[in-house]
Nanobody, 119 residues
Framework: QVQLVESGGGLVQAGGSPRLSCVASGSISSINGMGWYRQAPGKQREFVAGTSSTITATYADSVKGRFTISRDNAKNAVYLQMNSLKPEDTAVYFC?????????????WGQGTQVTVSS
C-alpha cells in the first residue's frame, strides 16, 4: 500500500504563489509516476500536472505556464508550485501516484488539501 499526504493548502489571495507538498510512504518501490489532480466545487476531478521516469513534466492547459511540478525522490516527495493564482483555481488538490510510467489515471490518491483563492 501507498499513503500520500498533502500539505500547503489554505486561503490565498489572487496572484499569490503557494506551494503544495506531498510525501509518500508505504510501498515506495511500487511508485513511478506522481502528480496532482484537483476538484473544484460542483465540478469533476481533473488532472493538473504529473511527472514520471519517462515524463519530465506534463500540465493541464489551464495551468501551463503558471504551475510547476517538481519531485525529490530522496524524500519521496512531489511539489506543486502555483503562481499567479486565480479564483478559478479554487479546489481541493489531490496528490496522486501511479505504478507505471504513466501519470494518469492514478493508482493512488491522497486525501486532498483545500486551496481557496480570494479575489
Amino acid at each position: 500500500q501507498v499513503q500520500l499526504v498533502e500539505s500547503g493548502g489554505g486561503l490565498v489571495q489572487a496572484g499569490g504563489s503557494p506551494r503544495l507538498s506531498c510525501v509518500a510512504s508505504g510501498s515506495i518501490s511500487s511508485i513511478n509516476g506522481m502528480g496532482w489532480y484537483r476538484q473544484a466545487p460542483g465540478k469533476q476531478r481533473e488532472f493538473v500536472a504529473g511527472t514520471s521516469s519517462t515524463i519530465t513534466a506534463t500540465y493541464a492547459d489551464s495551468v501551463k505556464g503558471r504551475f510547476t511540478i517538481s519531485r525529490d525522490n530522496a524524500k519521496n516527495a512531489v511539489y506543486l508550485q502555483m503562481n499567479s493564482l486565480k479564483p478559478e483555481d479554487t479546489a481541493v488538490y489531490f496528490c496522486t501516484a501511479t505504478s507505471g510510467t504513466y501519470v494518469f489515471p492514478p493508482d493512488y490518491w491522497g486525501q486532498g488539501t483545500q486551496v481557496t483563492v480570494s479575489s
